[in-house]
């Protein structure tokens, strides 16, 4: 399946929340990330096993210009013609939080690259 227009992004309440305090110009960061994850998380929704309902992984955002680091919890899944991109978490980190975090994700043998 490849991303349409009939795709849906299903933020959730605290997610929706950071992401309306953010800046104009890094909501389009994280709106553009958002876009890729449809066609980055498809073929790894295909190969997963009949058991597994959704894929799912930890991203990260740098956006130097404000000085923020974020990470993202992310799931998604399909359902007959339409792709769902669950956002449930988006968190400001610190620096330390920030290379902890990608360290941990890295690690992680089943993470999407």
Known sequence: MNHTDNDEIRWSDPA???????????QVGID??????????????????VDIVSVGTVS?????????WLRFETEYYEDKDKAYLCIESVDELTLKEFEESVAATRAKSDRIS
């Open 32 to 49: 553009q990330t958002i876009e890729s994850m449809f066609d980055r998380y498809a073929p790894v929704y295909r190969q997963r096993p």
């Open 60 to 68: 990260h955002m740098h956006v130097p210009d404000w000085g923020m």
């Open 16 to 26: 929706w929340l950071t992401y309306q305090r953010m800046p104009p110009d890094v």
